[in-house]
C-alpha cells in the first residue's frame, strides 16, 4: 500500500506530518505498480493542508515537502504542481517534491490556493498516485491598521446632557485575520476630548462625561484612536476625528438690557401709537429665545406687544393722554419665554423686570369752548351797542395763553376781547327773528391756533306796531239811509 507523504512548514520550521490514509466506503481504485503487477486497494486521501506567512520577504521562502512512499530516492520520481498559482506564485522541485513560495502573498487579497499534486515514474512515464488536491493557506500577519468605515464623522446632543448620555458610535475595522490571534481586535481611546467626553475600549460608544453649556461652547473636536492587538506592544492603529455639536435647551431666561426706560408720547397721540420698544436678551437660541411681553399699568393707559420678528416688545398707547390731567407715568414691564419645558422651569423661577417711564410732552392745543354751542335771546328794537350775550373759551395749554374773539361775516353783531357779544344795528324781529354766527377764539400767544363755535340768537317780540288793515276797503251808502242802516262794500 503506497501513499503521499506531505512534510508542511511552517513559518520555516518543518513539521512532519504522518502519511495518512482514509478509506472511502465501496470505492476501490485500480494502480499499477511500477515492478509491472496490479494491485487493486482502497484509497481516499485527506491531505494536510500547508501554511505560508504572508508578507515574506524571500525570493523562494520553503513552504513544505511532497513526498510519495513509493518513492527510493533513485531519482526516478518526478513531481508536478498544478492549479491556480502553480509556477507563478508557487513552485515545486520535481525531484524532491519540495514546494517554494516565490512571489510576496498578501492574505489580505487570497487567502488559500487549491493546488494539485502528481507523481510521474520518468521511467515509464506513468502516474504513480492519482493527482490530488492540497491547500496551501496564506497566514495572517499584523500588516493592517485599523480604518474607521464612516468618516467623517458628525454628532449632535443637547447641552446639559446628563453623564453616561450616548453621543455616537464610531466603528473601526481591520482586515486582518480576526481568527489569527490579536491581529483585528481593537480596543478604542480618546486622543482629544477630555473631560467632556469618554469613549468604551470595545465598543466605540463615546458617551458625555461631564455637563456642558452651549452658551459657553457649541462644538468640540474629539480625536478617536483605534488600535489592533488589543493595544499591545506592536500594535498598529488608526484615528478619526468626531465633530460633537450642542444643540440649544432652554436653560437661560431672558434678561432686560436695561433696568430703566424712558420714554415720551405726546399728548396729541392717537390711540393705537407705538411710543416706545423694549427689549430683552435670551442666550438661548430659536424657538428658546422667543420673549413674551407684559406690563403692569394701573391707569390702563399702555399695552405691549410683542414683534415677534425681532422679539422686542413695543409700548402702544391704549387711551388718550393728556398732558394737563397726568404728564408722566410709571410702568413695569415683565418678560418671559412663552414655552418652557417642566424639567426646566428651574431656570425661569423669576421673570425679569424693568420700570419704563413715560413723559407726556405738551402739544400747543387751540383754544376750548366752555360749551359746544351757545343760544342768546335779545328783544328787537334794542339800541345800538346792546349787549347780547358772551362766550368764553380757555387755553387748555400750561402756559395759559390770553383769548382773542371775532365774528365772521355779521353787520349786525360784533364781540370785545371778553367775549361778549354785541348789537352794532337795530333789530327787527319781523324781518329776521333768528340769526346763526360763528364765533372764533384765537390765542394771542399762537394766532395759529384758533376755534370756533356756533351762537344762535332770537330776536323777541316787542309792540312796535299799530294794528293794519290788510287791504283798502271803499264803502257806499243810500242818500236817504237811515240810521243804523249797513254800508255796502
Not at 264 to 277: L, M, N
Request: glycine share 6%; hydrophobic share 35%; charged share 25%.
Amino acid at each position: 500500500m503506497n501513499c503521499w507523504l506531505l512534510l508542511p512548514f511552517m513559518l520555516g520550521i518543518p513539521l512532519l506530518w504522518p502519511c495518512i490514509i482514509a478509506a472511502e466506503n465501496s470505492k476501490t481504485e485500480e494502480v499499477r505498480h511500477p515492478a509491472g503487477s496490479h494491485l487493486r486497494i482502497r484509497r481516499g486521501w485527506m491531505w494536510n493542508q500547508f501554511f505560508v506567512p504572508e508578507e515574506m520577504n524571500k525570493t523562494r521562502h520553503h513552504i513544505g515537502q511532497l513526498r510519495s512512499d513509493l518513492d527510493n530516492g533513485n531519482n526516478s520520481f518526478q513531481y508536478k504542481l498544478l492549479g491556480v498559482g502553480a509556477e507563478s506564485l508557487f513552485v515545486i522541485d520535481e525531484r524532491t517534491g519540495d514546494i517554494y513560495a516565490v512571489q510576496k502573498l498578501d492574505r489580505e487579497e487570497r487567502s488559500l490556493y487549491t493546488l494539485r499534486a502528481q507523481v510521474i515514474d520518468t521511467t515509464t512515464g506513468r502516474a504513480v498516485e492519482p493527482e490530488s488536491e492540497f491547500v496551501i493557506r496564506v497566514s495572517d500577519i499584523n500588516d493592517n491598521e485599523p480604518k474607521f468605515l464612516d468618516e467623517p464623522y458628525e454628532a449632535i446632543v443637547p447641552e446639559m446632557s446628563p453623564e453616561g448620555t450616548l453621543v455616537i458610535q464610531v466603528t473601526a475595522s481591520d482586515a486582518d485575520d480576526p481568527s489569527s490571534g490579536n491581529n483585528a481586535r481593537l480596543v478604542y481611546s480618546l486622543l482629544q476630548g477630555q473631560p467632556y467626553f469618554s469613549i468604551e475600549p470595545t465598543t466605540g460608544k463615546i458617551r458625555i462625561s461631564s455637563k456642558m453649556d452651549r452658551e459657553l461652547q457649541d462644538e468640540y473636536w474629539v480625536i478617536i484612536q483605534a488600535k489592533d492587538m488589543i493595544g499591545l506592544p506592536g500594535a498598529l492603529s488608526g484615528t478619526t476625528s468626531v465633530l460633537i455639536k450642542l444643540s440649544d435647551v432652554n436653560d437661560n431666561k431672558p434678561i432686560f438690557k436695561d433696568s430703566l426706560y424712558r420714554l415720551t408720547v405726546s399728548e396729541s397721540a392717537p390711540v393705537g401709537t407705538s411710543i416706545g420698544k423694549i427689549m430683552a436678551y435670551d442666550r438661548d437660541i430659536g424657538e428658546n429665545a422667543e420673549m413674551d411681553y407684559s406690563i403692569e399699568d394701573d391707569s390702563r393707559t399702555f399695552d405691549v406687544i410683542t414683534n415677534n420678528e425681532t422679539q422686542e416688545g413695543i409700548i402702544i398707547l391704549k387711551k388718550k393722554v393728556n398732558f394737563e390731567d397726568q404728564n408722566h407715568y410709571r410702568i413695569k414691564a415683565k418678560v418671559k419665554n412663552p414655552q418652557v419645558d417642566a424639567h426646566l422651569r428651574e431656570y425661569h423661577t423669576e421673570a425679569s423686570t424693568t420700570v419704563i417711564k413715560i413723559q407726556v410732552e405738551d402739544v400747543d392745543e387751540p383754544p376750548v369752548f366752555l360749551l359746544p354751542y351757545y343760544i342768546f335771546e335779545i328783544f328787537e328794537e334794542c339800541p345800538h351797542g346792546s349787549s347780547v350775550g358772551t362766550v368764553s373759551a380757555t387755553d387748555p395749554d400750561q402756559r395759559k395763553s390770553p383769548i382773542g374773539y371775532s365774528i365772521t361775516r355779521s353787520e349786525v353783531f360784533s364781540v370785545d376781547d371778553n367775549g361778549t357779544i354785541f348789537t352794532t344795528n337795530p333789530l327787527d324781529r319781523e324781518t329776521s327773528a333768528w340769526y346763526n354766527l360763528s364765533v372764533t377764539a384765537t390765542e394771542k400767544y399762537n394766532i395759529a391756533q384758533i376755534s370756533s363755535v356756533p351762537v344762535y340768537v332770537q330776536v323777541l317780540n316787542i309792540n312796535d306796531h299799530a294794528p293794519e288793515f290788510s287791504e283798502y276797503y271803499e264803502t257806499y251808502v243810500c242818500e236817504n239811509a237811515v240810521s243804523g242802516q249797513g254800508l255796502f262794500f
